[in-house]
């Protein structure tokens, strides 16, 4: 029973009533709290169970001993035949990548084995993909021949005896006959794929690449819009020399003048006067004659000379260059103030010779050629013919003074440099060494035989038998050389047939181009530069 008065109330509770409320609360918070420790308990014992003893631990470690592996097997199957018993250290397999390990019974996966990385020279090529590989092609015909991409008819000829070469393993080809492949001409590109299992050769475009299976190694890349392959290769396009398509205009000039002017094998301007010489023997023992003319070819006189066969003739500042070549080994004479001579003999002091053949080992240049001026007096280039087609010119730079270009070993071994040195000479004077500062290549067509040859910047060389022509030559930074332009005149007779003159004389005169020729009939004719 409780009391209370208007200001403070207060409630009265009985002391048994609140027992048994707060009896009834900790029976419940105790049945909750014991619930969830057993469930505890029991997820705890659950977890243990999963994990390895102690002594499993230490088994597991003794049997695996160190991280590296003891050995590799290609198969599970040849590990467990090789390792039947077991072993301590861990092994891998290759063909799933894992690491093994003995647990007492057996032969028991770790998990991909990845803990170290591969080692040199570890990976074979039939481990990895080849899609794209460049490769090599190797020709073992006997007539030359290479890949060759005909861009006019859309075919890539590979020739008979050729050979896929892919690291160092080798696939056949055809040896029967030549193998055509048709290019796509509905893509600016094309690709130019070899199947190291089919051995075939196949054309692919970018929308085909995908297909490819990982057997395709690729051998060159084709560009038809600009005409251009990219092989790592020997080739040729259109059946010439790459870079040599579209570069030897042969659309006829109209000369300026055409005249009957005698001719034996070069000529040059010196100073004022016009010189023609006549071809000696190449062992200067059957002379010739320098037929001299002004600038009207006003006939001045003639003298005698021994310098040789006079393939090619050139005069700058007081120097009179001409080439020996045929059936001697090439040879340039230098005669120096020739306008002052009654006769132009080889053994004159005023002469120097250059031969290019020196011991055994070295052998000699390539002969049967041209040779002129270059830049200055000590600069030559010698052209000669390396095939019925093709064209070498040498740039060469000619001692004076006492700068011995010569070689100098006991052997004579060094190609590039040649002559014997003569002591005593001027700074302006040869002293009979030479050194070859470069080479130059290029595509010229048939009739490639050199004639006469002139320098202003360009060469200027006639070539073949046939016409009266000259190729103007560009020389180029890799080593090559392009034909910019022929000054080209078929000459016919008055019933308008053509004849067959042979250019020889090969000079520059007044900003003009001369080419005079013979056989049938002595002609000449001048082109404007």
Known sequence: MGYE????????????????????????????????ITQFKNQTTAQLADRATKEELDRKVSQIVSGSP??????????????????????????????????????????????????????????????????????FNTLGLVLD?????????????????????????????????????????????????????????SGTLSSLSEDNLLIAVINLITKTVQCSSAYSINGREPGAKNRLPLTPRTPREIKTVWCGQDGTVVGDEIWM?????????????????????????????N?????????????????????????????????????????????????FKEGNAKEQLEGDGSACFGESNNIVYYACIVSKVYLRIYKILLGMGDVNLSDTTSDKSNPNKWGTFISGKSTSDYNGTAQILGSYLGYVGSEAQPQGMCYDGYIYLSTGFVTLHALKIKLQTDGTFEVADDYNYPYTGYANNKYHVEPEATFILDDYLYVVGLKETDNMVKFRL
Not at 169 to 186: E, F, H, P
């Open 149 to 205: 991409f005909d861009f006019d008819a859309g075919v890539v000829t590979i020739p008979r005896d050729t050979n896929v070469v892919y690291g160092k393993n080798k696939y056949g080809t055809s040896v029967t006959a030549d193998l055509k492949v048709n290019m796509n001409k509905s893509f600016g590109l094309n690709l130019l794929y070899f199947n190291t299992v089919t051995n075939v050769f196949s054309i692919q475009t």
């Open 5 to 36: 008065n208007q200001n403070s109330p207060m409630i009265r509770v009985d002391n048994k009533e609140l027992k048994q409320e707060l009896k009834s609360d900790f029976n419940t918070l105790s049945t909750g709290i014991n619930t969830d």
């Open 277 to 305: 010489l006549g071809g000696g023997s190449s062992d200067h023992s059957v002379w010739s004659r320098v037929n001299r003319y002004d600038k009207n070819w006003g006939f001045l006189g003639a003298l005698d000379h």
């Open 307 to 355: 310098l040789g066969h006079a393939n090619g003739v050139d005069y700058k500042n007081g120097k009179l260059l001409v080439y020996n070549g045929g059936g001697y080994p090439p040879e340039i004479s230098l005669y120096s103030n020739p306008k002052e001579k009654t006769v132009l003999n080889v053994s004159d002091s005023a002469n120097t010779k250059i031969i």
């Open 70 to 139: 003891k050995g590799t097997y290609s198969t599970l199957a040849m590990l467990q035949a090789a390792k039947p018993s077991g072993d301590a250290g861990v092994y891998v397999v290759s063909a799933d990548g894992k690491w093994y390990y003995w647990n007492n019974a057996a032969w028991t996966a770790g998990g991909v084995y990845q803990s170290t990385g591969l080692g040199d020279k570890s990976v074979t090529s039939d481990k990895r993909t080849v899609i794209g590989d460049a490769l090599l092609l190797s020709y």
